[in-house]
């Protein structure tokens, strides 16, 4: 049954919407389907195609799928891909919430971007503000100590 959704999603894979490319490579990511080399192909130059549509959900959860394929698998992600899912990512990182900043920052290192254009300073930028609902008041330690080692990996 997966082998026949996986096929129809090579077919339809160029229609689909940020939230149907996240939830597609998030999927495959957990159930451990890194082996259709066709199918990342098709979803990594849709995320690349429409990165400029995800939300910091979408981001955040597009980058761990890449990277838990590329740690697991030994695959390389698309650079093309990444760098437009960076480049959003710096876009929305004002409005990330501590989970999507320590997951961003865990899958870039996970990645082995030494990320340029700003990415890491806006998610920095992110993580360190304080307030009313910021992310330092909402990150547990553990998420700090993601945050610490990523930045200290991609910086």
Same mark, same amino acid.
């Given at each position: *049954?997966?082998?026949?959704? %996986? ?7 160029? %229609?689909?919407? !940020?939230? %149907? &490319? ?5 999927? +495959?990511?957990?159930?451990? @389907?890194?082996?259709? #080399?066709?199918?990342?192909? &098709?979803? %990594? ?10 939300? !910091?959900? #979408? ?6 799928? *890449? ?24 876009? *929305?990182?004002? &409005?990330?919430? !501590? &989970? #999507?900043?320590?997951?961003? +920052?865990?899958?870039?290192?996970? +990645? ?17 503000? $304080?307030? @009313?609902?910021?992310?330092? @008041?909402?990150?547990?330690? $553990? ?7 990523? $930045?200290? $990996?991609?910086?």
């Amino acid at each position: *049954m997966l082998a026949a959704l %996986e096929r129809r999603a090579e077919d339809i894979g160029d %229609e689909f919407k !940020s939230q %149907e &490319v996240a939830n597609a490579l998030w999927a +495959l990511a957990k159930l451990g @389907r890194w082996n259709n #080399e066709c199918l990342l192909g &098709v979803l %990594e130059k849709r995320a690349q195609a429409i990165a400029q549509t995800f939300n !910091s959900r #979408e981001v955040s959860n597009t980058l761990w799928a *890449m990277a838990k394929i590329s740690q697991v698998s030994g695959r390389k992600a698309g650079d093309g891909a990444l760098r437009a899912l960076e480049h959003r990512a710096r876009n *929305m990182a004002s &409005v990330m919430n !501590s &989970v #999507e900043v320590s997951n961003t +920052l865990v899958s870039l290192a996970t +990645l082995g971007r030494h990320t340029q254009h700003g990415v890491l300073q806006a998610l920095e930028a992110r993580a360190g503000t $304080c307030g @009313r609902g910021s992310v330092c @008041r909402l990150c547990f330690p $553990c998420r700090w100590c993601a945050c610490a080692c990523a $930045c200290a $990996c991609v910086g």
